[in-house]
T-cell receptor, first 112, second 120 residues
Framework: DIVMTQSPLSLPVTLGQPASISCRSS???????????LHWFQQRPGQSPRRLIN???NRDAGVPDRFSGSGSGTDFTLKISRVEAEDVGVYYC?????????FGQGTKVEIK | QVQLVESGGGVVQPGRSLRLSCTAS????????MHWVRQAPGKGLEWVAV????????QYADSVKGRFTISRDNSKNTLYLQMDSLRIEDTAIYYC?????????????WGQGTLATVSP
C-alpha cells in the first residue's frame, strides 16, 4: 500500500499569514493514464470532510483561490496564501491512484 | 441538492455484525461509484471501500478485506456496508461519499456519518 506522510502534523498560524503543508508518498501516485490522482481534503471541526484540490493543483468548485496545490513525483504541497479564521481544521492529502486509496495522517491548522 | 444520509450505526460486541446504509438523493445515483470512509474517535480519515456505479467492481482496504462487504441497490438509491466479525478497532464514524475523479472531477459529496461502536 502507498503510505502518505504529511508534515507538520500541527500548524499554528497567524491570521493573514501564509501556511504550507507537505505530503510525501512512499511510491509515485502517477496512474497508468499519466494522471496523478493526488487530492487535498479539509475537515473543519465537527464537519464532514470536503475536497479542496483535485489532481495536485485543481481547485474544486467554490474553493477560495487562497488555496493552491503543487508538486510532482512523490512530493506535494498545499498552500494557503493568507489564513482566515474559517480555515481552521484538519487537512489531509489522499492518493486515489492505486488501490487501496490512502490518506495522510492529517495536519491540524489552528490560529495562534 | 445532493444529500447522502447514513444510518445503521450503533453499539455491538466484538465478533458481531452491523449493516450500514447510505441513502442518496439529488443525483443520478446509478451513474456514480460510491465510497465508505471511516474516522476513529479523534483520529484521521481511513478509506474503507468503493463500489462501481453498477456494482460490478469493488475494492477494499486491507484492514477490512474479508470481513466487510460493500454493495448497492440502485433501484433504492442506497449504498450498504455489511460489517462482519467486528473488532474494537472498527469503532469509528463511517461516512459514505461520492468523490469520483477522472478526466473531470465533479464536486464531491459526503454524508454526515454514522457512528459504529464495537465494545465488549
Amino acid at each position: 500500500d502507498i503510505v502518505m506522510t504529511q508534515s507538520p502534523l500541527s500548524l499554528p498560524v497567524t491570521l493573514g499569514q501564509p501556511a504550507s503543508i507537505s505530503c510525501r508518498s512512499s511510491q509515485s501516485p502517477v496512474h497508468s493514464d499519466g494522471t496523478t490522482y493526488l487530492h487535498w481534503f479539509q475537515q473543519r471541526p465537527g464537519q464532514s470532510p470536503r475536497r479542496l484540490i483535485n489532481k495536485i493543483s485543481n481547485r474544486d468548485a467554490g474553493v477560495p483561490d487562497r488555496f493552491s496545490g503543487s508538486g510532482s513525483g512523490t512530493d506535494f504541497t498545499l498552500k494557503i496564501s493568507r489564513v482566515e479564521a474559517e480555515d481552521v481544521g484538519v487537512y489531509y492529502c489522499m492518493q486515489g491512484t492505486h488501490w487501496p486509496w490512502t490518506f495522510g495522517q492529517g495536519t491540524k491548522v489552528e490560529i495562534k | 441538492q445532493v444529500q447522502l444520509v447514513e444510518s445503521g450505526g450503533g453499539v455491538v460486541q466484538p465478533g458481531r455484525s452491523l449493516r450500514l446504509s447510505c441513502t442518496a438523493s439529488g443525483l443520478t445515483f446509478s451513474s456514480h461509484g460510491m465510497h465508505w470512509v471511516r474516522q476513529a474517535p479523534g483520529k484521521g480519515l481511513e478509506w474503507v471501500a468503493v463500489i462501481s456505479h453498477d456494482g460490478s467492481d469493488k475494492q477494499y482496504a486491507d484492514s477490512v478485506k474479508g470481513r466487510f462487504t460493500i454493495s448497492r441497490d440502485n433501484s433504492k438509491n442506497t449504498l450498504y456496508l455489511q460489517m462482519d466479525s467486528l473488532r474494537i478497532e472498527d469503532t469509528a464514524i463511517y461516512y459514505c461519499a461520492k468523490m469520483d475523479c477522472g478526466p473531470d472531477c465533479p464536486l464531491d459529496y459526503w454524508g454526515q456519518g454514522t457512528l459504529a461502536t464495537v465494545s465488549p
